[in-house]
């Protein structure tokens, strides 16, 4: 079983920025995709940004450009640099990865950006 920890998250004024950090453990035969997703009250969780089976990014419209995504494959590690946050990206932020045709999800990491 693979398992996900999220960190990171926090509150932070309209402009801030926030690095979180997902670490992945266990037994890890092969990797998948890798990425974030975030889920508002009410709303469906939503894919944010990831990596691709070929290793490439993908991000969803409204936060390309603020966002970045990183990975170190070592370390089993993803990142999300986030700038110029909004009050729209307020969400539980989770750390995704496919692994061996299996998703694994953490449990979330806070997101609070206030007006």
């Known amino acids: 079983q693979v398992q996900l920890v999220e960190s990171g998250g926090g509150l932070v004024p309209a402009g801030g920025s926030l690095r979180l950090s997902c670490a992945a453990s266990?037994?890890?035969?092969?990797?998948?995709?890798m990425g974030w997703y975030r889920q508002s009250p009410g709303k469906q969780r939503e894919l944010v940004a990831m990596f691709t089976p070929n290793g490439q990014t993908t991000y969803a419209d409204v936060v390309r450009g603020r966002f970045a995504i990183s990975r170190d494959k070592a370390m089993s590690r993803v990142y999300l640099q986030m700038n110029g946050l909004k009050p729209e990206d307020t969400a539980l932020y989770y750390c995704?990865?496919?692994?061996?045709?299996?998703?694994?999800w953490g449990q979330g990491t806070q997101v609070t950006v206030s007006s």
């Open positions: 995704n990865a496919k692994v061996s045709a299996v998703n694994y």
């Open positions: 266990g037994r890890i035969v092969s990797f998948g995709t």
